[in-house]
């Protein structure tokens, strides 16, 4: 829909395949995000009602679960929408060119595609502020799990360091999935390379990792596992 020139209406492609993919694609997505909201909602009541898990460390695994939350739910609905309708349309003006988004959500980089403008400026912003929000917490993270598997090594019993580098490795598998689609999606130029993978990478950000963090970081600890029982 234009008016005077402008684009006043988008519409999302999604995945752009026949109905029994979208709609196996669909009870997936819904699947995932109805178990990542139940997981991390008995993380977050188990932390408050629980006294054994009012400690600091159960205090960021509660914020990490509000995070999830609120990634999941403020991706997935809509996502879920346009994979279910066909060219899914949202309301929109400062555009005057083409109006179809090939992807899954109103992300940055399709929308900057779409633009009549020069969007370099743009594109600097958001590589420069991918520095302070992506690339130092990785390392942040990187460095302490460094030291980590370093004080893991000194550890007497081979059972102990299998057991420490077990829950190490789920970790650090999180973190690489999500930081590394981040940093592919928002830092690595896109020349080359498929809607199919962007939209991929962008589920495994968005979706994947809200959903496999309560069992990661909450579910598998012993404390909250003890808690669940006397619940």
């Given at each position: 829909?234009?008016?005077?020139?402008?684009?006043?209406?988008?519409?999302?492609?999604?995945?752009?395949?026949?109905?029994?993919?979208?709609?196996?694609?669909?009870?997936?997505?819904?699947?995932?995000?109805?178990?990542?909201?139940?997981?991390?909602?008995?993380?977050?009541?188990?932390?408050?009602?629980?006294?054994?898990?009012?400690?600091?460390?159960?205090?960021?695994?509660?914020?990490?679960?509000?995070?999830?939350?609120?990634?999941?739910?403020?991706?997935?609905?809509?996502?879920?929408?346009?994979?279910?309708?066909?060219?899914?349309?949202?309301?929109?003006?400062?555009?005057?060119?083409?109006?179809?988004?090939?992807?899954?959500?109103?992300?940055?980089?399709?929308?900057?595609?779409?633009?009549?403008?020069?969007?370099?400026?743009?594109?600097?912003?958001?590589?420069?502020?991918?520095v302070p929000v992506l690339l130092l917490p990785f390392l942040v993270i990187v460095v302490s799990y460094t030291y980590i598997v370093l004080t893991i090594l000194k550890i007497s019993s081979f059972s102990g360091r299998m057991k420490s580098f077990s829950t190490c490795s789920s970790h650090l598998t999180v973190v690489f999935i999500f930081y590394g689609t981040l940093i592919a999606a928002y830092l690595i130029p896109k020349k080359g390379q498929s809607q199919t993978i962007s939209k991929i990478m962008s589920l495994l950000y968005t979706v994947f990792t809200p959903f496999v963090n309560p069992f990661i970081y909450s579910l598998r600890n012993k404390d909250i596992k003890d808690s669940l029982k006397i619940v």
């Amino acid at each position: 829909t234009t008016h005077k020139g402008n684009v006043t209406t988008f519409f999302f492609l999604g995945f752009n395949n026949n109905a029994v993919y979208n709609s196996l694609l669909f009870t997936l997505v819904l699947i995932i995000y109805i178990v990542t909201i139940c997981g991390n909602l008995l993380i977050i009541m188990l932390v408050y009602y629980s006294k054994t898990l009012h400690s600091p460390m159960y205090f960021f695994l509660s914020k990490l679960s509000i995070s999830d939350i609120m990634l999941i739910t403020d991706i997935a609905p809509n996502m879920l929408h346009i994979v279910l309708h066909e060219r899914t349309s949202i309301s929109f003006s400062e555009f005057c060119g083409p109006n179809v988004i090939d992807h899954l959500f109103c992300d940055v980089n399709p929308l900057l595609e779409l633009s009549c403008s020069d969007t370099s400026r743009v594109q600097l912003e958001i590589t420069l502020m991918c520095v302070p929000v992506l690339l130092l917490p990785f390392l942040v993270i990187v460095v302490s799990y460094t030291y980590i598997v370093l004080t893991i090594l000194k550890i007497s019993s081979f059972s102990g360091r299998m057991k420490s580098f077990s829950t190490c490795s789920s970790h650090l598998t999180v973190v690489f999935i999500f930081y590394g689609t981040l940093i592919a999606a928002y830092l690595i130029p896109k020349k080359g390379q498929s809607q199919t993978i962007s939209k991929i990478m962008s589920l495994l950000y968005t979706v994947f990792t809200p959903f496999v963090n309560p069992f990661i970081y909450s579910l598998r600890n012993k404390d909250i596992k003890d808690s669940l029982k006397i619940v």
